[in-house]
């Protein structure tokens, strides 16, 4: 079992910054990748971004140059710097983390973002 906690959402106005922060907790699973996806409403939930306990990265064409991802894999924690937010960036931001063995997919309760214009 994984337990994901996330924090750092909230309002900003268009142009501002957030970051969120995810902690991953387990007595018993070594966790591989590490990410964010978000969901707006009424649409599908989407890969924001992602980055493996390696270092590899894989960022959403619609966020690249205005998010960056980063962990720290000593507290299995990831984290979400959001710069330059747009009305557009609004949704709950769920933190995903998949385990080396089996790929098991674990998600935390979301966080909300809203980006006011």
């Known amino acids: 079992q994984v337990q994901l906690v996330e924090s750092g959402g909230g309002l900003v106005q268009a142009g501002g910054s957030l970051r969120l922060s995810c902690a991953a907790s387990t007595s018993r699973f070594t966790i591989n990748a590490m990410g964010w996806y978000r969901q707006a409403p009424g649409k599908q939930r989407e890969l924001v971004a992602t980055i493996t306990s390696g270092g590899s990265i894989n960022v959403a064409d619609s966020v690249k140059g205005r998010f960056t991802i980063s962990r720290d894999n000593a507290k299995n924690t990831v984290y979400l710097q959001m710069n330059s937010l747009k009305p557009e960036d609004t949704a709950v931001y769920y933190c995903?983390?998949?385990?080396?063995?089996?790929?098991?997919?674990?998600w935390g309760q979301g966080t909300q973002v809203t980006v006011s214009s």
């Open positions: 995903n983390a998949v385990t080396i063995i089996r790929t098991l997919s674990y």
